[in-house]
């Protein structure tokens, strides 16, 4: 059956440039060989006032290998943002997101990155925290007891 994985992939841009990101997102080979562009989902929200969209990619129980294209796809998000942002004097203002828990207990990875050119900064820096406040793991200890839950003071 394989190794399954939960993943999360988030990107915050500043809504003027979302267009921008979405149209060379989708010019990717595997993007389009796999029709990734639609598997996203979109929502808007501020930064530091300024008007922004999520483009959030989940999927539970998903076998996420780096060498799989679909994955490769996927990622391509993260690549594009950073390529952005080395392509321009001024840096391209986001904050991306990559989340994935395996199978085992020690198999997480969870990275946040601001792209936060000087004068926007402020943009990049809240919409990362608005990621690391939306997206992260967690793990809790059961309290729900099968027996009836009337306390004693002593035996």
């Known amino acids: 059956m ?7 992939l988030a990107v915050v841009v500043p809504e003027m440039e979302a267009k921008r990101v979405a149209a060379l997102y989708a010019q990717h080979p595997h993007v389009q060989e796999f029709k990734l562009a639609g ?8 930064c530091n006032g300024i008007p922004a969209v999520v483009f959030e990619f989940s999927e539970e129980y998903v076998r996420w ?8 796809g996927f990622e391509y998000m993260l ?9 321009s ?7 991306t997101c990559f989340i994935r828990v395996g199978e085992e207990e020690t198999d997480i990875e969870c990275t946040y990155h601001a792209h936060a050119p000087d004068d926007a900064s402020d943009f990049a820096l809240h919409a990362e925290s608005l990621l690391m406040e ?5 793990t809790e200890i059961s ?13």
């Open 89 to 95: 004097e001024e840096g391209f203002p986001a904050a």
């Open 39 to 46: 598997q996203w989902s979109l929502y808007t929200t501020t």
């Open 79 to 87: 690549e594009l943002i950073q390529m952005l942002d080395d392509e």
């Open 134 to 138: 939306t997206y992260y793991v967690r």
């Open 65 to 72: 290998y780096p060498s799989h294209e679909d994955v490769q």
């Open 2 to 8: 394989g190794y399954l994985s939960n993943v999360i």
């Open 143 to 155: 309290t729900e007891r099968p027996w009836d839950m009337e306390s004693i003071e002593s035996l």
